[in-house]
């Protein structure tokens, strides 16, 4: 798997400032564990960050301090990401990728599928409480509606693919959207199209229909 398509590098800047909301993170994550470009991209971003962060004047803490930030950063972790295959050589298809593990589960077969409209199927993620993280998977030769974006939206495709303005998006490639990006999807003939999105605002919809449509599909 090599992706075309890659996020924006101010995002990978946030993500390794640690200024992303947990939902874009565990995207950016994903597209990191198949994206050796965007590996190499992230280490010069870390690696300059550290360099600014060194060039900063240090102030003293007060007494305590130290302590009660490293017990805050204990309580407000993460969950630890599972371990991929000891075996990265045999792949396992059915697999998601690691980092989505703790809110989708691992198997692409055991995945809840909850029908939204004709041919679409979504999950929303489990122990996200900012922003809205979920899987999509569309039925192929679908055309999803015409919209743009209320906020920011990352999305990536695990299986199958799309063709909109922006070209065409296959396994790996990440979309990195913002409300000025109007587009429609229209995904591949063969496959279904399987992609876990994260958004911080409603789409906006141009077709009447997808409007009435949308409170009851949160998307």
């Known amino acids: 798997m090599k992706p075309h398509h890659h996020p924006d590098i101010a995002t990978l800047m946030a993500y390794s400032a640690g200024a992303l909301s947990s939902a874009f993170s565990v995207v950016v994550s994903a597209h990191l564990s198949v994206c050796r470009t965007c590996r190499d991209r992230l280490r010069d971003t870390d690696a300059i960050g550290g360099q600014l962060l060194n060039q900063q004047e240090g102030m003293p803490l007060s007494p305590g301090a130290h302590e009660k930030l490293l017990a805050r950063i204990q309580q407000h972790a993460p969950e630890t990401v599972p371990a991929p295959p000891e075996t990265p050589a045999r792949h396992d298809p059915d697999l998601l990728p690691a980092p989505l593990w703790p809110y989708f589960g691992r198997s ?97 919809f141009s077709g009447w229909l997808a409007r009435m449509l949308q409170p009851m599909v949160r998307l």
């Open 108 to 204: 692409y077969r055991a995945l809840p599928w909850k029908w939204i409209g004709p041919g679409i199927h979504h999950i929303r993620a489990r122990d996200v409480t900012d922003d809205h993280l979920m899987l999509l998977r569309v039925a192929p030769g679908r055309s999803l509606p015409m919209h743009t974006h209320g906020g920011n939206e990352l999305t990536m495709i695990l299986r199958g693919a799309y063709d909109d303005t922006l070209g065409h998006f296959a396994p790996g490639d990440m979309a990195d959207l913002d409300c000025d990006t109007e587009h429609q999807p229209v995904t591949a003939p063969g496959v279904p199209c399987i992609c876990v999105a994260a958004t911080d605002a409603p789409l906006r």
